[in-house]
Nanobody, 128 residues
């Protein structure tokens, strides 16, 4: 059974940093991708970032490019999202998600329906 467990959320002032972690278990797939999505109150869930397991290719939403960095530690089966220069508009519940039939040339990383498994989410609150 695939499980994704997020951690690292919290309250931080604008300009500060947080590192989210996504611990994955139950994976027996060759090619997969781990993504981060977020959802603010009253807004739709939006893609933040994604990393491919096969070659480490990374993807970012324009709103976080240059501020967020996604990385993976395969030995620990953990994906990280380093968030720097946080803004109040980054406030949201952040979800870790997995696409277990990832196709580098066919999968659309920024669409939620691409992903089969989701974590429970972790709250990130950025105060102004």
């Amino acid at each position: 059974e695939v499980q994704l467990v997020e951690s690292g959320g919290g309250l931080v002032q604008a300009g500060g940093s947080l590192r989210l972690s996504c611990a994955a278990s139950g994976f027996t797939f060759d090619d997969y991708a781990i993504g981060w999505f977020r959802q603010a109150p009253g807004k739709e869930r939006e893609a933040v970032s994604c990393i491919s397991s096969s070659d480490g290719t990374t993807y970012y939403a324009d709103s976080v490019k240059g501020r967020f960095t996604i990385s993976s530690d395969n030995a620990k089966n953990t994906v990280y999202l380093q968030m720097n220069s946080l803004k109040p508009e980054d406030t949201a519940v952040y979800y870790c998600t997995a696409d277990v039939d990832w196709d580098k040339y066919g999968s659309i990383w920024y669409t939620a329906y691409e992903y089969e498994y989701w974590g429970q989410g972790t709250q990130v609150t950025v105060s102004s």
